[in-house]
């Protein structure tokens, strides 16, 4: 008897009761043969509709009662029919259960044998629309489910293992073992009186299986409930971890909430002053901390010139150093002078002594650094004199400016930030040479640097060729230097004793720049061209005699015209300029004042 024709009712008004009693009869005998087959599921609905009562109704054997049988598990295994693997969110959609009865019936098929699951959860992002809050993200991990083969435990499908109920496949959050979230924090209240950097605790845990990326995300959670004090580096916007990850300490939620946090914090500092006699960035922070602390009893702000002198490391752990500084000691504070030259002080400095301080400090950088910035275009002027003067059909690039920088200097277009630059670098000259009728012409590039000449301004010279959008391309080993541009570098001198390591090869600067592709000019080559004229003068008087380029291409016309006379150009430009030494001199006694 079919299930239709178990529910058919004839059109007699008359017969109606009769007729309902007759169907309730066909449908009860009908359950009763086939009362676990999945499809009657689907049948409970339509004898809600139609008012059939079939709780008293007797069939079988004496005392069996028709009910409706427990379909929540069949209706899953229905919908798993067609032997495609399913989420916990379609058999929902697919059976029109609640959430929470699929959720059973699939831990019991699953614990029966009816089902397989997949070994691992998938991860999947979502987002969420918030309305007005917005969008959120979140990743979501779920299983997929499949009827179990007959005589199979685990079985392959799409790519995916599914298994057989075991108790070593129970997933932590389900209660199956006990978490990572529960380990982190029982490890941290069980030594509540150390702190550990996150990195400590995955090594403690790694018979767990814990992962750094586990310790945080749990951490954090444990920090909004008060549980967890986490320490790092302080900035504007937030923390950043240290070299062996964040400083986390237990926070004891039992005592007054100040004290728990002081002690803390405590825990944390001692941990921290134990790393000084072996982390030499430590010691640096605190040398830091002690130099801005000194100057502030004197009255006075340090410069970042002077504590990476005090520091004798290199430029780049000094750096990293006075960053670590202002990070870890919200006390420190820092003020930019011109908008380029940092420099620090403690907060308990008097707004009066900060504002004297602030106004001598400005008076040496307009001398000094100024005098260093003319003296630094006058030896590009002599490079640049020199060039013009011994390279046969130079033309030299030329560029309009707002200011009134010389129009000789050219600002690139950077496709990628170097040192600092985000958008834009500038050079110092950039001139081309025809080397032939049909010949393509060589674009010269130079930098030129007055002083000392280090392996890091040859690395910054060529980064900024490379991402430049006039010299730069792109090739199959990276970003390279276009063809028929040469770079060209010229220092006031290059340290000799400093040695760059290629591989297992330690080579000089010069050697290093060769490499590279680089031309190194030095101040001594242009006085050798200079005395084989005959002249008495250098490069490097020139430069710090002249008060402006335009000073030094007429004093080096005069001397190479005038060999013998070039002695009388200097006695010129020092009478000429004398003024300007003296303001100079008077700035500098007023600053050591």
């Not at 018979?207 to 409930?225: G, I, L, Q, T, Y």
């Not at 750096?319 to 308990?348: M, V």
């Not at 009478?575 to 600053?591: A, G, I, Q, S, T």
Request: hydrophobic share 35%; charged share 30%.
């Amino acid at each position: 008897m079919g299930l239709r024709r178990a529910c058919s009712a004839g059109s007699n008004p008359a017969g109606r009761t009769t007729q309902k009693s007759k169907t309730e009869l066909n449908l009860g005998r009908f359950l009763a043969k086939k009362p676990y087959n999945p499809s009657l599921y689907f049948a409970w609905p339509l004898i809600s509709r139609l008012g059939l009562n079939l709780s008293k109704l007797k069939i079988g054997k004496v005392g069996d009662s028709v009910t409706r049988p427990e379909s929540s598990q069949a209706a899953i295994l229905a919908a798993l029919g067609d032997g495609k693997p399913k989420t916990h969110r379609e058999l929902v959609q697919a059976t029109g259960l609640s959430d929470a009865a699929v959720w059973s019936a699939l831990a019991r098929a699953w614990r029966d044998g009816s089902v397989m699951r997949t070994e691992k959860p998938t991860y999947e992002a979502v987002k969420f629309f918030r309305g007005r809050a917005g969008t959120s993200r979140t990743t979501r991990a779920f299983h997929l489910y499949l009827l179990t083969p007959k005589g199979e435990k685990r079985v392959k499908v799409g790519g995916q293992e599914f298994v057989a109920f075991s108790e070593r496949y129970l997933d932590v959050r389900g209660g199956g073992k006990k978490s990572k979230a529960s380990l982190i924090l029982e490890f941290l209240k069980k030594h509540g009186d150390r702190a550990f950097y996150s990195k400590e605790i995955v090594e403690a845990l790694e018979a767990h299986r814990v992962r750094p990326v586990d310790v945080m995300s749990n951490v954090r959670r444990f920090e909004r409930k008060g549980l967890v004090y986490a320490r790092g580096y302080r900035t504007e916007s937030g923390q950043t971890p240290f070299v062996k990850g964040y400083l986390l300490t237990w926070v004891d939620p039992e005592k007054p909430r100040e004290q728990a946090l002081v002690e803390a914090i405590e825990r944390t500092n001692k941990r921290l002053v134990k790393e000084i006699s072996t982390s030499p960035i430590i010691q640096r922070v605190h040398m830091i901390r002690d130099s801005i602390i000194e100057a502030t009893k004197l009255r006075e702000i340090v410069g970042a010139d002077y504590l990476m002198r005090k520091l004798g490391c290199t430029d780049k752990e000094a750096e990293q150093a006075i960053e670590r500084s202002l990070q870890l000691y919200p006390d420190l504070k820092e003020t930019k002078l011109f908008g380029a030259y940092r420099y620090f002080y403690h907060d308990s400095l008097d707004d009066a002594d900060l504002k004297a301080a602030v106004k001598m400090k400005e008076n040496y950088i307009r001398r000094v650094k100024g005098r260093a910035n003319r003296i630094g275009h006058n030896w590009e002027a002599c490079v640049e004199w020199f060039v013009d003067k011994f390279s046969y059909g130079a033309h030299f690039w030329t560029q309009q400016h707002r200011t009134n920088m010389d129009p000789k200097r050219i600002t690139l277009r950077l496709i990628k930030p170097v040192g600092g630059r985000r958008h834009a670098a500038e050079v110092d000259r950039v001139w081309e040479v025809s080397q032939g009728l049909f010949a393509k012409p060589v674009t010269y590039v130079l930098e030129c640097k007055w002083g000392l000449v280090h392996k890091r301004d040859l690395d910054d010279f060529v980064n900024i060729l490379r991402w430049s959008k006039e010299f730069g391309a792109d090739s199959q080993d990276g970003r390279v230097i276009k063809q028929g541009v040469v770079g060209i570098f010229a220092g006031g001198a290059f340290d000799p004793k400093e040695k760059v390591r290629v591989k297992d090869e330690a080579i000089d600067l010069a050697s290093y720049a060769a490499r590279l592709n680089l031309q190194l000019l030095k101040e001594a080559d242009f006085n050798a061209k200079l005395r084989e004229r005959g002249c008495k003068v250098t490069v490097e008087r020139i430069s710090k005699l002249a008060a402006d380029e335009t000073e030094v291409r007429g004093g080096l016309d005069r001397a190479w015209d005038e060999p013998e006379k070039s002695d009388e150009v200097l006695g010129e430009l020092m009478e000429r300029n004398k003024k300007l030494y003296e303001f100079e001199r008077m700035l500098e006694e007023k600053v050591k004042i």
